[in-house]
């Protein structure tokens, strides 16, 4: 089992900065596929970033050139850094972790219980 528990949500003013951490905790691994998924209030789950253990990214076209990914495998903790926010990037924020395989859609095994984040306009 993997518990994952994100951090770093908050208030922030358009065109601020966020960074939102995950931390992991269990039978964790560097080889997990991480990424973040986002759920703005009466909306479906959507996909943000994934990060494969070997370095590669994949990115939302929405956050793509705004957020970054990033892995410390000696903390067990993957953080997402969040710039130029704007209030559609309002949600709250899930972290996941899933086996090596798979594409940035899934699968993913376990998921943390999500931070908040609003973006005031």
């Known amino acids: 089992q993997v518990q994952l528990v994100e951090s770093g949500g908050g208030l922030v003013q358009a065109g601020g900065s966020l960074r939102l951490s995950c931390a992991a905790s269990?039978?964790?691994?560097?080889?997990?596929?991480m990424g973040w998924f986002r759920q703005a209030s009466g909306k479906e789950r959507e996909f943000v970033v994934v990060?494969?253990?070997?370095?590669?990214?994949y990115f939302a076209h929405s956050v793509k050139g705004r957020f970054t990914i990033s892995r410390d495998n000696a903390k067990n903790t993957v953080y997402l850094q969040m710039s130029s926010l704007k209030p559609e990037d309002t949600a709250v924020y899930y972290c996941a972790a899933g086996p090596p395989f798979g594409d940035y859609s899934g699968p993913y095994q376990y998921w943390g219980q999500g931070t908040q984040v609003t973006v005031s306009s």
């Open positions: 990060s494969w253990s070997d370095g590669r990214t």
């Open positions: 269990g039978r964790t691994s560097g080889t997990y596929r």
